[in-house]
Nanobody
Framework: QVRLVESGGGWVQPGGSLRLACELS????????VAWFRQAPGEEREFVSS???????TYADFVNGRFTISRDNNKNTASLQLHNLKPEDTAVYSC????????????????????WGQGTQVTVSS
């Protein structure tokens, strides 16, 4: 059974950085496409970034070069490095995975993902 566990969230001031990690168990991370989504209070869950089995990365427009997704096959982990954080980045960040066929531009709908972590809170405030 595949299980995803996130870590690395916390509080940071505007302009700060955090690194989120998503450890996958019950499978090999390189066999899955992994994405990060986020959900702020009262808002819809939204796509942030993904890395597919070929290592191709996609990002939401709002990322604007501030975040980097990566994968460490040795640690069976996918990570999301967050830089230049803004108060509007405050949300619960969740990782998700699927084994569906890859599509151009990556899969950006939450319903397309089969496995989910519990989420980690990121709070950006002064």
């Amino acid at each position: 059974q595949v299980r995803l566990v996130e870590s690395g969230g916390g509080w940071v001031q505007p302009g700060g950085s955090l690194r989120l990690a998503c450890e996958l168990s019950g499978g090999t991370v390189s066999s899955y496409s992994v994405a990060w989504f986020r959900q702020a209070p009262g808002e819809e869950r939204e796509f942030v970034s993904s890395i597919n089995r070929l290592g191709i990365r996609t990002y939401a427009d709002f990322v604007n070069g501030r975040f980097t997704i990566s994968r460490d096959n040795n640690k069976n982990t996918a990570s999301l490095q967050l830089h230049n954080l803004k108060p509007e980045d405050t949300a619960v960040y969740s990782c998700a995975a699927h084994t569906k066929d890859e599509v151009l531009g990556g899969r950006r709908m939450a319903a397309e993902y089969d496995y989910w972590g519990q989420g980690t809170q990121v709070t950006v405030s002064s």
